[in-house]
């Protein structure tokens, strides 16, 4: 099972900006579709964007133009650059690794990097 460590939380300002990393422990991450989640208190976790291995990306409507998803797989590194943050942001944000049917693989989270956005 994949190992996946995220990191790049804070507070943060409205209209400020943070960039979340998801290292993952794997030698075969290219083969994986990636994605954020997140989940604010009393509330369910939704999904925020993914990127597949081929590097299509999706986003959530609330934050389509504002967060950016990218992956480098030389480093097995997923990132989520956040821009023009609104306090609606503020969420533990959840790193998932979902890996291609058929070949015995399971699908991972992590543990969890807290963003809130407050003045």
């Known amino acids: 099972q994949v190992q996946l460590v995220e990191s790049g939380g804070g507070l943060v300002q409205p209209e400020g900006s943070l960039r979340l990393s998801c290292a993952a422990s794997?030698?075969?991450?290219?083969?994986?579709?990636m994605g954020w989640y997140r989940q604010a208190p009393g509330k369910q976790r939704e999904l925020v964007a993914t990127i597949t291995s081929h590097g299509s990306t999706n986003y959530a409507d609330s934050v389509k133009g504002r967060f950016t998803i990218s992956r480098d797989n030389a480093k097995n590194m997923v990132y989520l650059q956040m821009n023009s943050l609104k306090p609606g942001d503020t969420a533990v944000y959840f790193c998932n690794a979902d890996p291609p049917r058929g070949l015995g693989l399971t699908g991972s989270w992590g543990q969890g990097t807290q963003v809130t956005v407050s003045s």
């Open positions: 794997t030698s075969i991450f290219r083969i994986y579709a």
